[in-house]
């Protein structure tokens, strides 16, 4: 869904991965297109909140450093928003 730029439709896709199995390796990408979708359509908070919640839990994936670089080319850090669904779906089983 990135390709064809419906940027909702893959934030949904994307956001269910986040929210029902943080505890498969798939979460790696999807906090990292979750990133990239969201910078792309301007809401940078929550690309910030799923770039430093990626850093935080897979600090050596090479989806974190993708997730790094984008935030920082958009010229802002990776941050944690404590009150992101992002960030309350990893503090839920003690992840973040």
């Given at each position: 869904n990135l390709e064809k730029r419906n940027f909702t439709g893959a934030i949904n896709r994307f956001k269910t991965v986040v929210t029902q199995y943080q505890t498969t390796r798939h979460v790696e990408e999807a906090l990292a297109r979750l990133t990239e979708a969201y910078m792309a359509i301007g809401i940078v908070g929550e690309a910030q909140t799923a770039a430093a919640?990626?850093?935080?839990?897979?600090?050596?994936?090479?989806?974190?450093?993708?997730?790094?670089?984008?935030?920082?080319?958009?010229?802002?850090?990776?941050?944690?928003?404590?009150?992101?669904?992002?960030?309350?779906?990893?503090?839920?089983?003690?992840?973040?």
């Amino acid at each position: 869904n990135l390709e064809k730029r419906n940027f909702t439709g893959a934030i949904n896709r994307f956001k269910t991965v986040v929210t029902q199995y943080q505890t498969t390796r798939h979460v790696e990408e999807a906090l990292a297109r979750l990133t990239e979708a969201y910078m792309a359509i301007g809401i940078v908070g929550e690309a910030q909140t799923a770039a430093a919640v990626l850093g935080h839990n897979f600090p050596d994936s090479k989806w974190y450093k993708d997730a790094y670089n984008l935030v920082k080319s958009g010229g802002v850090e990776p941050s944690e928003n404590k009150g992101s669904y992002i960030s309350r779906a990893f503090k839920k089983l003690g992840l973040g």
